[in-house]
């Protein structure tokens, strides 16, 4: 069936104003439930096929292909080079990017005497998406759609539910998808839940558009450290960095409220806001003996407590006659 789809496309793209549902299954050769499923695959690619549930426009019981977007602008060198590395940044997220990248020819935008095709901005580290997820979820998110997700969390569980998305979010090297989640506003919680874009195994548009509520994307991430949720209000962290590691505490802006204190013997002491969470634990963690804790007194008990924890778990398992310890 999957073969249809090139001559499924040409047949829209042949009439722009679209085609009944009907004859399009007549001159394809096919039933009309394949014609719908052709459409699903179209989709699935990022490619929007309208039926008159998504565009009152598009008769009942016809199909249309979503019409181009039409743009003429001038660049100067310089902005045409700001774009591209900024489109470069995009394309190991979807194949739109590079297609659109390519349409705007700008990489035949290289310097004099330099090879076109060196990329400006080279971003190894990219997650693996299904097909045409990002463009589904973003229109989605213009659109106030419900969707219908099927989400392989951290566990590896795998469940479905219905969800409403606000915003994508970007935590290097991920994309997460912020909104509400309708299990959660039924069970009573906080329906406001953050689905890492990769995880997601399959989402669905449905006809079914959600009001959205008051919510400031900018305020949601300030709230956190990382990507884990934390617990309660937000408190005054202050962590101090050994010299060695001063420099890398510097140079990085991790979150919104950071302020970095230099101390006369060359260490810093790093300041945010934050909700208590396990990211921030692990982030202190992560320098060892050169981080010290100066407040809140609770985080600074956690911190002990997995650094014990750690200790204990590998203590003894290794020694120079071999594995140990696992009895």
């Known amino acids: 069936m999957e073969s249809r789809l090139p001559d499924f496309l040409r047949l829209l793209r042949e009439s722009p104003k679209g085609l009944p549902v009907r004859e399009i299954a007549a001159r394809l050769g096919v039933r009309r439930q394949s014609v719908y499923r052709l459409r699903d695959k179209a989709q699935s690619l990022g490619v929007w096929v309208e039926t008159h549930g ?7 019981g016809w199909m249309r292909l979503e019409a181009p977007l039409e743009v003429t602008v001038r660049l100067t060198l310089e902005e045409a080079e700001a774009l591209r590395a900024a489109v470069e940044r995009m394309e190991p997220l979807t194949p739109l990017a590079k297609r659109a990248l390519e349409r705007l020819a700008l990489r035949t935008l290289a310097a004099p005497g330099k090879d076109r095709q060196d990329p400006v901005v080279y971003t190894p580290l990219a997650d693996e998406y299904p097909p045409g997820l990002f463009e589904r ?10 969707c219908q997700v099927t989400y392989k969390n951290a566990k ?5 539910y219905r969800f409403d998305p606000y915003a994508l979010i970007a935590r290097d090297p991920h994309l997460y998808l912020v909104g509400a989640n309708h299990n959660s506003r039924r069970a009573g919680h906080d329906p406001v839940k953050d689905l890492r874009l990769d995880q997601i195994l399959d989402l669905r548009l449905t006809r079914e558009r959600f009001r959205k509520p008051r919510f400031d994307v900018r305020a949601y991430a300030q709230r956190r450290f990382r990507a884990f ?5 937000p408190v005054r962290v202050r962590v101090r960095f050994s010299p060695e590691k001063a420099g890398f ?15 006369p013997d060359g260490s810093v002491v790093w300041q945010v806001e934050v909700p208590l969470s396990e990211d921030l634990v692990h982030f202190i963690l992560g320098y060892g003996p050169h981080a010290t804790v100066l407040e809140p007194e609770e985080l600074r008990r956690r911190v002990v407590a997995w650094a014990k924890g750690a200790v204990a778990a590998n203590e003894g398992v290794l020694s120079p006659e071999g594995v140990t310890g696992l009895d």
């Not at 949720?229 to 209000?233: D, S, W």
């Not at 505490?249 to 101390?263: K, S, W």
């Open 54 to 60: 998504e565009n009152p426009e598009v008769p009942p």
């Open 249 to 263: 505490i510097r140079r990085t802006r991790r979150h919104p409220t950071q302020v970095v204190e230099d101390l």
């Open 156 to 160: 590896g569980e795998v469940k479905t």
């Open 137 to 146: 979820a973003v229109r989605a998110i213009r659109e106030r759609r419900t």
């Open 229 to 233: 949720a934390g617990e309660g209000a």
